[in-house]
């Protein structure tokens, strides 16, 4: 969990810096376009890294599979 944090913090920090030069260097308009830009691919690749871990076949699903067969033979 430690370092979940600590690369959101640093993930965070780095958005910062990178937004403010960039601001600085290129102006409102196109800052604002890149900020959305990067959000969006973000999200996108976000989506698919735990869409793509919850799949048939990972083991993620198999373990979630395994468990809850489990469950039902302990509780006939």
């Not at 989506?47 to 395994?66: C, D």
Request: glycine share 14%; hydrophobic share 50%; charged share 15%.
């Amino acid at each position: 969990m430690g370092k979940a944090v600590a690369f959101l913090v640093a993930l965070i920090a780095g958005v910062i810096v990178v937004g403010w030069v960039v601001s600085s260097l290129l102006g409102g308009f196109l800052y604002y376009l890149i900020v959305g830009a990067l959000v969006v691919g973000g999200g996108a690749f976000l989506y698919s890294r735990i869409k793509r871990s919850l799949a048939p076949g990972t083991r993620t699903q198999r373990r979630i599979e395994a468990a809850s067969r489990t469950y039902r033979m302990r509780n006939r």
